[in-house]
């Protein structure tokens, strides 16, 4: 299995910009599509960006487009989540998970399909 820990997370002015990390431990990371999701106060978790194994496929979601940008550097465990032209409503809880595939190329959107979870960090952006 695979542990994750995410970091990064903090406070910031609307138009600002935070990098979130996601270490992963315990196991080979890069047999593992990853994704960010974030959670709301009141609202559901939703997805904001996945990446392949192989960083060959990105996606995310509409919300985010063209602001954020979702990486990974295999051989330091470590996927990133970088947001730029952040907006109050960006405020949540980030999380970061993991799903082990065979396919380098695939990137997983649902979050029913991610078995490990770390367990986030706040982001705020005040307006």
């Known amino acids: 299995q695979v542990q994750l820990v995410e970091s990064g997370g903090g406070l910031v002015q609307a138009g600002g910009f935070l990098r979130l990390s996601c270490a992963a431990s315990?196991?080979?990371?890069?047999?593992?599509?990853t994704g960010w999701f974030r959670q709301a106060p009141g609202k559901e978790r939703e997805f904001v960006a996945g990446?392949?194994?192989?960083?060959?496929?990105?996606t995310y979601a509409d919300s985010v487009k063209g602001r954020f940008t979702i990486s990974r550097d295999n051989a330091k465990n470590t996927a990133y989540l970088q947001m730029n032209s952040l907006k109050p409503e960006d405020t949540a809880v980030y999380y970061c998970?993991?799903?082990?595939?065979?396919?380098?190329?695939?990137?997983?959107?649902?979050?029913?399909?991610?078995?490990?979870w770390g367990q986030g960090t706040q982001v705020t952006v005040s307006s």
């Open positions: 315990g196991h080979t990371f890069s047999r593992y599509a």
């Open positions: 998970a993991a799903a082990e595939t065979g396919d380098p190329y695939r990137v997983i959107v649902g979050g029913r399909s991610y078995y490990y």
């Open positions: 990446i392949s194994r192989s960083s060959s496929s990105t």
